[in-house]
Structure formats: C-alpha cells, structure tokens
C-alpha cells in the first residue's frame, strides 16, 4: 500500500523533469539555423529544478545539412554553445553545473573531434 501511495510523487518527478527538458530543448532550438530540424541528446540535469540543463544538439545549417553534436547547457535560461564560447570558458562552467556522467561524453566528443582533426591533418600531409 505505501508502495502505491508513493507511485504519484514518483510520476509526478518524472513529468517535472521532462518540463524541464523540453523547456531547455525550446530555448536552444529558438536560436538555431532550423529549429525544427533539432536533434537532442544525453539530456541530463544536475541536482533538478532551477540547476542548468546539459545536453547535445545536432541540427541543420542553412544548406540543409546537419552540422554534428554540439555540447549546451542551459543555464538561467540562456543557452551556451561549446562553439560560441572559448573552450575553456565553456568546460569550465560546464564542469561546475552539469552532471560527471556529461562531461564524460563530452570528453569523449573532443577527443573524436581531435582524432578526426588529426586524420585530416595526415592525409593533407601525405598528398
């Protein structure tokens, strides 16, 4: 019985954490290229209400191709890209409010990024 008593509070967090996302999703899409073409992923929220959300976004430039992941958080409800932003800057604040499970895969997208920048660089040398 506590069981059951327990179950609408625990639905009740699920909705408000999905809020939250979907309130974080609209704020990136609002500044991109094609909002509507927004793909979202690794979504995650440090600490819940009021903490920023962190996350990727994978959208369409203005040829119409997708551009890659690019690491947001969304904090006070402005959205901060890793492209717009120093690198440092940006891991800096993204290492004090989002979550180590995020950072992790963001550590694993610059070190792709490194590798396939470290491939070009190879076959230009090689030519």
Do not use: W
């Not at 059951?4 to 990136?28: I, M, Q, T, W």
């Not at 979550?99 to 490194?114: I, N, Q, V, Y």
């Amino acid at each position: 019985m506590k069981f059951l008593s327990l179950l609408p509070l625990a639905l009740l967090a699920g909705c408000s954490a999905s809020n939250r996302y979907a309130d974080a999703e609209k704020l990136v899409a609002d500044t991109l290229k094609d909002p509507m073409s927004a793909q979202f992923s690794d979504l995650s929220q440090e600490g819940g209400p009021g903490h920023p959300v962190c996350g990727f976004v994978n959208s369409k430039n203005g040829y119409g191709a997708y551009v890659g992941k690019r690491a947001f958080y969304v904090l006070d409800g402005n959205p901060k890209f890793k492209d717009e932003s120093e690198a440092i800057e940006f891991n800096a604040t993204a290492n004090r409010v989002c979550s180590s499970e995020f950072m992790l895969l963001l550590s694993r997208e610059d070190l792709r990024e490194s590798e396939e920048f470290l491939r070009r660089v190879k076959e230009q040398t090689s030519k």
